[in-house]
């Protein structure tokens, strides 16, 4: 870091101001902030998140796949990461940007709540995510969007059962609330038709876990830049439920199970 940066840090932070800390860092140190305006389009993208209500909260998955065109870039790659203790966000788009977001988003969160001594509402977490997604626009319009896909449990509300909120976005920062089940990326559609059949109201906390990954098996099914669970390498989805509690990841031991099980009921009835 630059001795005008150190300084500029240092004024900024003396001053009252703003409890955005992408507002503060853009003010204090602009060359500090994530380059979001690259214009290399070979950059390995990232497919497939879905999320899902249920019983006790909500539930985000993402396959492991990053491609770069025709070519897969990498086989374990993470897409699903908690922003916060009871709030979640998957990335679809250019991975490379949309990782940065994340990372920076998470920083901001922490940043308001520990500026103005409390946290921000779950549509006030989906809000400050939606302008950051504004910021990335111009990148946008040149290839290299970043959808994501959010979801919380609402601490505010004292119905499990209906604290779970799901948000998708547009590349213009437009921000969406979405009911019971949502999907992004280039598998989205299959996902989506496979949700539509598979969820229901009052699912446990074993039976949405199976809907989500069984949703990924048919994206990946149809949708070459999906990768389904990998029993080779060892590698399943990335599944994490949030709660009142707080956020999970789901074990690979356990994913392994759900996974052979949908196998298993496949093999069954082939071409089903």
Excluded: C
């Excluded at 509300?157 to 921000?175: H, N």
């Excluded at 009052?202 to 070459?224: C, K, M, N, P, Q």
């Amino acid at each position: 870091m630059s001795r005008h940066s150190e300084l500029g840090l240092l004024r900024y932070a003396t001053s009252p101001g703003s409890s955005s800390f992408t507002e503060f860092l853009n003010a204090a140190a602009p060359e500090l902030m994530p380059n979001l305006t690259r214009t290399h389009v070979d950059a390995p993208h990232g497919t497939t998140i879905v999320a899902a209500t249920f019983g006790e909260g909500v539930v985000m998955a993402g396959d492991r796949r990053a491609t770069a065109g025709n070519l897969i870039a990498q086989r374990d790659i993470e897409k699903v990461f908690p922003a916060d203790d009871h709030t979640l966000v998957g990335i679809a788009g250019t991975a490379g940007i949309a990782v940065e977001l994340v990372r920076l988003y998470q920083v901001e969160l922490e940043h308001y709540e520990k500026i103005e001594g409390t946290q921000l509402t779950l549509d006030g977490k989906a809000n400050r995510l939606a302008t950051m997604i504004r910021g990335n626009l111009a990148a946008a319009m040149q290839g290299l969007a970043v959808v994501p896909l959010f979801a919380g449990y609402d601490t505010a509300i004292t119905d499990p059962a209906t604290a779970g909120k799901i948000y998708s976005f547009d590349v213009t920062g437009g921000r969406y609330p979405e009911q019971y089940y949502h999907s992004v990326g280039s598998g989205s559609l299959f996902a989506r038709g496979a949700l539509k059949k598979l969820w229901r109201p009052g699912l446990d906390r074993t039976g949405v876990i199976r809907v989500v990954v069984e949703s990924l098996f048919d994206a990946a099914d149809d949708d070459s830049a999906t990768g389904g669970p990998d029993l080779t390498r060892g590698i399943y989805p990335v599944v994490i439920i949030t709660t009142a509690t707080g956020s999970e990841r789901v074990a690979d031991d356990e994913l392994a199970g759900v996974v052979q099980s949908i196998i298993a009921d496949r093999t069954g009835r082939p071409g089903a």
